[in-house]
C-alpha cells in the first residue's frame, strides 16, 4: 500500500476531527459523498477509489474480498476513521460482514439495493433494479426481495457496460445512446395493463447517468438513488458534532493506482477534494 504512505502525516485531534471514509470501486461513490455533505458539512471526508482494482464485476469473489479486507487495514491504520461507508454495491453485498468482523471496534455502513422503499412507493407492483451482475447474482440481493418485496413482481436485470460508462460520462466523453438504451431496456416490463414504475439505481455510478436514463427511457418512471438514505444512516451512527462551526475546506482523495488521470484530478477539484 505504498501509494497511502505520502499521507502518514494525517492526524486526528479529537473524534469529532476524525475523518468519514467513502469507499467506492472507481468514482461512483461520489453521488454518496454529495448527499453526505449537504447533512453534514462539519465533518472531514476522505474518499477513497479502488480504481486499481476497478470494475469489481470482473473479480472472483474470494480474490475480491482478500483485496478490499486488506485494503482497509492500512486505511483504518492511516487514517483512523470514525466511520467507513462501503458507497458500493457489488463490495457491500460480497465483504461488509467480513469487515465488520475483522475490525469491529470501527462502525460500517454499506449501500444494498432500494429495494423496501421501492416496495413501498409502487403503484403499479412492478419494480426494477438495475445492478452489476454481481450484486445481481448475490443471494442478499435475493434476500431483500424475499423480506421486503414479496407482493411485488421485481425484476434483476444485470447491466455490464454501465458502471464503465457512467466513468465515462463523468469524464465528459461521449457515451452512445443505443448502448445506454441496450443496458436499460430489460427494467421496462408491461403486464396486464401495468408498466414498470420504479427502476432502483442499484449501483453508486449510476445516478450519474440519471439524465441520460430519463431522456432514453420508454416511458416515465421514479428512479430511485440511495444515496440520500445512506447518508441518513450515516448521520445516525455519529456523536453529534460540538462544534458545528468546524468546517474542513478541503478533503481528501486517494485512488488506490496512486494516478488518477487529468479529467478525473478536475472532477475532484470540483468536489473540493484534493489528491
Known amino acids: 500500500m505504498h501509494h497511502l504512505a505520502q499521507y502518514t502525516h494525517t492526524h486526528v485531534g479529537s473524534s469529532q476531527d476524525a475523518p468519514i471514509i467513502v469507499f467506492d470501486s472507481g468514482i461512483g461513490g461520489l453521488t454518496v459523498l454529495r448527499e453526505a455533505r449537504v447533512l453534514m458539512p462539519d465533518r472531514h471526508f476522505i474518499y477513497v477509489a479502488d480504481d486499481a482494482g476497478f470494475p469489481y464485476g470482473s473479480w472472483e469473489e474470494p480474490a475480491l474480498r482478500e483485496r478490499i479486507v486488506t485494503l482497509f487495514a492500512e486505511l483504518i491504520r492511516r487514517f483512523h476513521p470514525q466511520l467507513c461507508v462501503i458507497a458500493c454495491n457489488t463490495a457491500s453485498t460480497l465483504v461488509l460482514d467480513d469487515l465488520r468482523q475483522a475490525f469491529p471496534d470501527t462502525p460500517f455502513v454499506g449501500t444494498v439495493p432500494a429495494i423496501k422503499p421501492a416496495a413501498e412507493r409502487t403503484h ?20 431483500l426481495i424475499q423480506s421486503f418485496a ?9 447491466a455490464d457496460r454501465l458502471a464503465t460508462l457512467a466513468e465515462a460520462h463523468i469524464r465528459g466523453e461521449k457515451i452512445d445512446d443505443e448502448l445506454v438504451l441496450e443496458q436499460i431496456t430489460p427494467c ?3 403486464q396486464d395493463g401495468k408498466r414498470t414504475d420504479i427502476v432502483v439505481l442499484a449501483c453508486t455510478h449510476y ?24 447518508a441518513r444512516r450515516m448521520l445516525s451512527l455519529l456523536p453529534e458534532a460540538k462544534d ?11 485512488f488506490t493506482s496512486g494516478k488518477p488521470d487529468y479529467a478525473i484530478r478536475r472532477l475532484l477539484q470540483g468536489f473540493g477534494l484534493r489528491n
Not at 419494480?127 to 451482475?133: I, N, R
Not at 445516478?207 to 445512506?230: G, K, M, Y
Open 188 to 190: 421496462f416490463i408491461e
Open 124 to 143: 403499479s407492483g412492478l419494480v426494477s433494479v438495475l445492478a452489476t451482475p454481481g450484486t445481481v447474482k448475490r443471494a442478499y440481493t435475493r434476500d
Open 244 to 254: 458545528k462551526s468546524l468546517h474542513h475546506h478541503e478533503d481528501l482523495a486517494v
Open 207 to 230: 445516478p450519474f447517468l440519471a439524465n441520460v436514463f430519463r431522456r432514453l427511457a420508454p416511458w416515465p418512471v421514479d428512479w430511485l438513488d440511495p444515496a440520500e438514505a445512506i
Open 150 to 158: 414479496s407482493q411485488c413482481h421485481v425484476r434483476l436485470v444485470g
